[in-house]
């Protein structure tokens, strides 16, 4: 009997140990995990038409990703991040600079995106068709 008792219990922990990973997971604490570039608000409005290379990597820092196989010079800031148990998010910052080496276009996925920094086209495009009207 008293050896029943113990094969019940033990049976028991088994049962609720591997279920318990499974159903209890939000009761455990989980870090936050940030990865790549982390850009401030405040650094990335200050962003202007212009600047050079040395100006934006004083501001925002070392890029994630600069091809140097390709012509395209521009620059690619990721940043990932994992809060808890929530899904991860991913924002992508791409800046391209002109021949000369200055800020020329912003290409973002950031919600407070710098309007100065529109590329050139869209502005043009806005402006003539206020015009036009």
């Given amino acids: 009997m008293r050896c029943s008792h113990l094969i019940s219990i033990s049976i ?3 049962l609720l140990g591997t ?3 499974s159903t209890l997971k939000r009761l455990l604490y989980r870090i936050d995990v940030n990865q790549g570039n982390y850009l401030e608000q ?3 409005k ?3 038409r212009g600047m050079t290379k040395e100006q934006v990597l004083f ?3 070392t890029p994630a990703l600069r091809d140097p196989f390709t012509q395209d ?3 690619h800031y990721l940043f990932r991040q994992q809060c808890a148990h929530q899904v991860a998010t991913q924002k992508n910052l791409k800046l391209t600079f002109n021949a000369q080496g200055h800020l020329e276009r912003i290409e973002s996925d950031f919600p407070w995106q710098n ?3 529109k590329s050139p086209s869209a502005a ?3 402006r003539s068709t206020r015009a036009a009207h």
């Fill in 115 to 117: 309007p100065q920094l």
């Fill in 124 to 126: 043009q495009q806005s």
């Fill in 19 to 21: 279920t318990g990973c």
């Fill in 59 to 61: 501001l925002l820092g």
């Fill in 73 to 75: 010079n521009s620059w």
């Fill in 42 to 44: 405040h650094n990335v």
């Fill in 46 to 48: 200050q962003l202007k």
């Fill in 12 to 14: 028991l922990v088994t």
